[in-house]
Structure formats: C-alpha cells, structure tokens
C-alpha cells in the first residue's frame, strides 16, 4: 500500500514537473516573441496551396510574397523594422484556411494576414480575420462576397462582375462566338460567380447560353456532361473553373470531339495547364491579372528579378503575390502605428500605388479596380497577350 502510495506520488511529482518546464519554455517563447516584435521586426502570416490539386496557386503566390519581402529587407525594411512572414500550407482546403489561419493569429500573433488565392477560402478564413480584428490582402481571389466580410478584408484584384464581362464581350466582339455552354465547379464561389457574371454579359450582348452543366472540383470525368453540351453545338465553351479539372475536361472534350473554343478565367493560370491539358487546352483564351509580356518597364523589371531569383518566368500569381505584399508593406509604412489598427486605416486609403499588375488603388468596398488582360494558351507553359480591357 505504502509502497504503491509512493509510486504515486512520484509519479505526481514527476507530472508536476514536466508541467512547469512546459509552462515555463510556452511563457518564455511567447516573451521573447512579443518582445522580437515590439524592437525589431514587423510579423506577417501568409496562408495558401503549397500542396494539393491547386498547389502552384500557393507556391506561385509564395514566390512573388518572398521576392517582395526580401527587396525591402535589404533597402532597410519599414521604420528601421525587418518584415518576417511565417507561411503555412492549408493543402488547398477551406477547413485548413481557417485552422492556419487561426494559428497565425492566435498563436504567431502575426499583425496582417496574405491570403488565400481562391474566393472560396479566402471567405472561410476572412471571416476568422475579421473576427480578431487583424486585416487580411486577399492577393487574388476574385468572388465579390470575399471583402464584404467586413472592413478588416481587402484584395489588390479586380473582381469577377468585371472579370466575366471581360471575356463575355471578348467572346461576343473579338472572337464573333454567339452561343456558348457552360460548365462550372458548384464546389467553389469564384467558379459559380464567374459562370453567371459571364452568362449576363453575354446574353445582355446577344449571345445565346445553350447548356450550363456543373461538376465538382475534385472530379475526373466530365464525359456525361461534355456529352451533353456536345448535343447543343455550342460554337464556345466557357470553363471557369482551376487548371486541374480544366486540363482534365479539355482532354476529355477533344476525347468526345466536341470542337467548341475554350475559354476561361484567371483559374487557368498554371504551369500545370498545359501539362494536364496537352494538345487539347491549346488555342483556348483566359482572362488574367498581367501578362509577362507586357513592354511596361515596370513589369520588365520585375520578371527579370524574379527570374534572377527562381529562374522561372513569373505567372500571374506570382505577380499578384508581390503586389499584395509590396501594398501591405506600403500601408505599414504609413501606418500612424504599427499595429493592426494602424495598417489596416493605412491600406485602405491605399491610393496609385504602382504595382506589377497596374495601379492599384483601394475602393469603398476594399477592392481594387484594375485592367485585366486576354492570354491565348499557344504552347508548353506558353501564354500570348492578346487583349487588356479596362474597366
Ligand atoms: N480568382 C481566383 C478565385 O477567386 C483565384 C485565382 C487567381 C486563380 C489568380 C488563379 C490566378 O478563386
């Protein structure tokens, strides 16, 4: 009994123990953290696919945020501060957006989020954000619903109202296609809002939409519907949807010969596009942010950087990236203070400040309205500038 009692109580003791030294390094990380934060450097949080089926959204986006982070460390950084940014990989999913996002601002206590990239995360961990009161830059996703969570949520991108008329008046004007079929991802708000933004504009220019069929982001066969739209004879086929199903439905309708054009949105932007795709997505237009090939010396000199950097050509997420980066820095530097409150006042009056992808200057609503531009898919990885369309 004793004997037992004994054992107890050093096994009591000894959980006490683990306990304190526990506590003690939680208290002197936190400490230290708090004080690297007040003396020296400036905390950002980034959360994005660095892995999944829409992985070079996350890694692309990464890139351009590095790039940025880095050009302003070595001129000195912001009111004699170095940025530091932890980055997370919610694997493309909503629930992961929340949980990283959660962490950067519960635990990292990070002053402003960079995030996500698709409309449908950036909705799930906006919410968060707004939440805790800690502004998030949305670098890219386009769905109206995602800044109006409230005044903490801002995006440096034009929106799909406008994205969608874009490629509605292209197919109606520069292409001369007046009946189109639609196929959309009933998984994700960009996909849903781009597919009706676009049928709007389009019937509002006299085009006729002859079939809307649906599959969900994750599928890998697309026949029964592309078999479907095939029995409409749709001289377009408008896909707005991310790159992995797009590549997959345009094998599958080259597969069913159904020979419609198609056309989508800024989701084709991937290296993967034309893996996945082949032969099949080539000759197909999307609408994106910028375009590489732009002659402006501004873009120049950014795609020579960043090649420097990753020797890779940047897409336009990369693009995108290093803006949303580059205006949240510009916004802690003339924040009246730094803290959340400070830089979320400061980007939203964010006003002509010069970006990569345009200028960017933040709206009422917290968006940015800006030029978009035309891309034809010719090769390997290889995107044509065909058109910019202002707003
Ligand atoms: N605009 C898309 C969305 O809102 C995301 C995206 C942006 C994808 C740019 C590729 C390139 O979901």
């Known amino acids: 009994m004793n004997n037992l009692g004994n054992k107890r109580r050093l096994a009591l003791l000894g959980l006490v123990a683990v306990f304190l030294v526990f506590f003690a390094c939680t208290k002197k990380q936190s400490e230290t953290s708090t004080q690297a934060t007040e003396s020296n450097e400036i905390l950002f949080g980034e959360f994005g696919s660095m892995t999944g089926s829409e992985s070079t959204f996350g890694v692309s986006t990464h890139k351009g945020i590095v790039m940025a982070i880095d050009e302003i460390n070595a001129a000195g950084g912001v009111k004699g501060k170095k940025i530091r940014i932890i980055s997370y990989d919610d694997e493309g999913k909503s629930d992961g957006a929340v949980t990283t996002a959660t962490k950067l601002i519960t635990q990292d206590r990070v002053m402003l989020l960079l995030g996500e990239v698709a409309s449908s995360r950036s909705i ?12 998030m830059v949305s670098p890219s996703s386009t769905n109206p619903k995602v800044t109006e ?7 440096v991108c034009f929106i799909d109202p406008f994205q969608g008329a874009v490629m509605a008046r292209f197919a109606m004007n520069n292409l001369k296609l007046a009946t189109a079929a639609i196929l959309q991802d009933i998984k994700s708000d960009y996909s849903i809002g781009l597919a009706d933004f676009f049928e709007a504009e389009y019937q509002k220019l006299g085009g006729k939409i002859v079939a809307k069929e649906s599959y969900s982001g994750g599928d890998v066969d697309f026949r029964s519907q592309l078999t479907l739209i095939k029995g409409k004879k749709p001289s377009l086929l408008f896909v707005p949807g991310y790159y992995t199903e797009v590549g997959l ?5 080259k597969d069913s010969k159904l020979d419609s054009t198609l056309l989508g949105g800024d989701g084709w932007d991937s290296e993967k596009l034309t893996e996945i795709g082949g032969q099949a997505i080539l000759g197909g237009y999307f609408s994106n942010h910028y375009s590489h090939e732009d002659q402006n010396p501004v873009v120049q000199n950014f795609v020579k950087n960043y090649k420097a950097k990753f020797s890779e050509v940047p897409n336009g997420l990369a693009a995108m990236g290093y803006d949303a980066a580059m205006v949240a820095i510009d916004a802690a530097k003339r924040a009246s203070e730094l803290s959340s409150k400070g830089l979320r006042d400061a980007l939203a009056t964010t006003k002509n400040f010069q970006g990569v992808t345009g200028i960017i200057s933040i709206n009422e609503k917290r968006d940015a309205v800006k030029p978009a531009v035309v891309l034809k898919v010719v090769g390997n990885n290889e995107f044509h500038y065909v058109a910019t369309v202002n707003p």
């Open 249 to 253: 439905i345009a094998r599958q309708a």
């Open 149 to 155: 969570i409230g005044n903490y949520i801002f995006r």
């Open 124 to 135: 799930a961990a906006g919410a968060v954000a707004q939440q805790y009161k800690i502004p």
